[in-house]
């Protein structure tokens, strides 16, 4: 059974959220939507997944941003 069928981000993979909200925001965009140094510093999609599993803040404020913008990137 699910067991979480109000969670937004159930079912979906930190690499598919960081790689939407790059296709639709840019690198640039959202280094400035949130200050981490994974989106302005050299920037890769490998990099910024490293970067997030490991800390979890940023990983909550880059999943607080693509459940605000969902209806956009979907």
């Not at 790059?22 to 050299?42: P, S, W, Y």
């Not at 999609?45 to 800390?55: D, E, G, P, Q, V």
Request: aromatic share 10%.
């Amino acid at each position: 059974m699910d067991n979480q069928p109000y969670n937004p981000l159930h079912g979906i993979t930190l690499k598919t959220i960081v790689t939407q909200l790059v296709e639709h925001f840019g690198f640039a965009h959202l280094g400035k939507q949130i200050n981490i140094r994974c989106f302005t510093d050299n920037p890769s999609i490998n990099s910024t997944l490293k970067f997030l599993r490991k800390t979890p803040w940023a990983r909550e404020k880059v999943e607080a941003l693509y459940i605000q913008h969902k209806s956009e990137i979907s």
